[in-house]
């Protein structure tokens, strides 16, 4: 693996333990499953819409 994947991999864990405690703050707040799962898919279809990809495997998974 080299050293740029690294970063990608930390930023990756990063992202995931961000995503994690929203979901938790959101629960806590009262939100549903249904609602939390509505605004995750704003969250991801913005990003999709306005963050290049950065590798092939990346372009595939937004062209899905």
Partial sequence: MDLKNVDNLSDWEKWKRTLAKSVEMGEMVGLSEETISKIGVKIGNF?????????????V????
């Fill in 61 to 64: 998974l937004q062209e899905l």
């Fill in 47 to 59: 990003l999709s819409s306005s963050v290049d990809p950065e590798n092939r495997e990346q372009r």
